[in-house]
């Protein structure tokens, strides 16, 4: 049997602070309740006595910048978060389930229950939030759905560490080809030419076109997701749209580890405009291949140019193409390179299949609780 409750029937708000100081601090955020330290490098205070205590089955919501921070502790065990976070007790439904049912639809709360114009910019209408209805099954359907769900997430878990053990198979790769050799060192712009700004799209444009997004600069990763619908004053000139012989560049950002981080398509994209956030430079083909280009370009020794390099503006750190043009790259020959991108082919084939499956496990995982309600539809 199914209902549909408001959640203020499982949720009491409590308080309680963490006055001695006692209980550790957690931050709640997209991927849950994760302990500081593997957020932050260093700590941020010493003193956390004006946190808010959690325990066991306790839920905590804050407000993200796209969604709705969520965190349903179920270990016993005890941590403190910022007084900034709502807290509150869980009772006559499964956590877990609830958990599962709040992820499922936190976009759905998320554009319901956003109240812009704070003084952070946004902060959540918990009211009403409260009274958001959720399908509630009996107790051992909820119990039954949160083992197929743990099943799932378990076989999704699997999957990232597939993806990461591809990252470091390619790394390993490299140092074992390229690294402790003595090649040739040459300056970035003796392999990189023709550097350019993108454009960027306006709010008066008139010609539509697809823009990079600045995220698949920042990610490394260049697929279907790494573009948006943008309106340009002019139509966009060939040299302001993605080809295959190209290198592109983050030209700013408020993170200094991501500034300069680079991408590359695999083919040409001539629908695909890159923003003025971007900076581009053909390749030299004869000399260096990309996919050596890429790895290259995420040693800590380019790392620590890029970074020297760059400057701050309000909060933002930036590089300028001379920047770019003087950073010195190893360059081995090649046939060598060449060997180097067909591992690293034959790698992201495999990692293909393995989004494929996570894709459709992240599927699975968001439909099957719709699925389960369909079944009790008539």
């Known amino acids: 049997m199914i209902r549909y409750q408001p959640l203020s029937e499982f949720l009491t708000e409590y308080t309680l602070r963490n006055d001695n100081n006692q209980y550790k601090p957690v931050a709640v955020g997209r991927y849950g309740i994760r302990t500081r330290d593997s957020i932050y490098s260093k700590e941020l205070a010493k003193d956390y006595s004006k946190n808010k205590v959690i325990y066991k089955n306790t839920l905590t919501v804050g407000m993200g910048s796209v969604q709705i921070d969520i965190g349903i502790l179920t270990e ?11 807290t509150y007790e869980i009772h006559d439904i499964n956590p877990v389930y609830l958990r599962y049912c709040l992820e ?8 319901r229950f956003v109240k ?12 009403r939030w ?7 099954f009996d107790v051992q359907e909820q119990a039954e759905i949160v083992s197929v769900l743990d099943r799932v997430s378990m076989q999704i878990s699997n999957r990232h560490e597939q993806l990461e053990l591809f990252e470091q198979l390619v790394k390993s790769r490299f140092i074992e080809l390229f690294e402790s050799k003595s090649w040739e060192t040459v300056r970035a712009d003796s392999i990189m030419f023709n550097m350019r700004n ?5 709010n008066t444009g008139k010609y539509p076109a697809k823009v990079l997004t600045l995220s698949a600069i920042t990610q490394g990763d260049f697929d279907s997701s790494s573009w948006k619908d943008g309106m340009f004053e ?3 000139p060939i040299e302001k749209r993605v080809t295959s012989s190209d290198f592109y560049m983050c030209r700013g950002n408020g993170n ?7 991408v590359y398509s695999k083919e040409n994209r001539y629908d695909l405009v890159f923003p003025d956030t971007v900076i581009a430079a053909t390749v030299d083909l004869q000399r260096v291949c990309l996919p050596y280009l890429f790895h290259s370009w995420m040693r800590p020794s380019v790392r620590d140019q890029i970074e020297a390099g760059a400057r701050t503006t309000n909060g933002t750190y930036k590089i300028n193409q001379g920047v770019v043009s003087n950073i010195e790259l190893m360059l081995p020959p090649l046939e060598l390179q060449n060997v180097f991108a067909a591992f690293v082919e034959q790698t992201d084939k495999s990692k293909f299949f393995a989004c494929q499956t996570l894709s459709f496990l992240l599927k699975l995982a968001n439909n099957l609780q719709s699925w389960r309600e369909k079944q009790y539809d008539y």
């Open 256 to 262: 200094k580890n991501l500034v300069g981080a680079g």
């Open 198 to 202: 993108g454009v960027s799209p306006s």
């Open 104 to 111: 499922c639809r936190n976009q759905d709360m998320f554009t």
């Open 130 to 136: 409260l009274t958001y209805a959720i399908p509630v």
């Open 116 to 127: 812009r114009g704070s003084r952070q910019g946004k902060s959540i209408d918990l009211k």
């Open 76 to 86: 016993d065990i005890k941590y403190s978060v910022s007084p900034a976070y709502h």
């Open 234 to 236: 002019a139509e966009p």
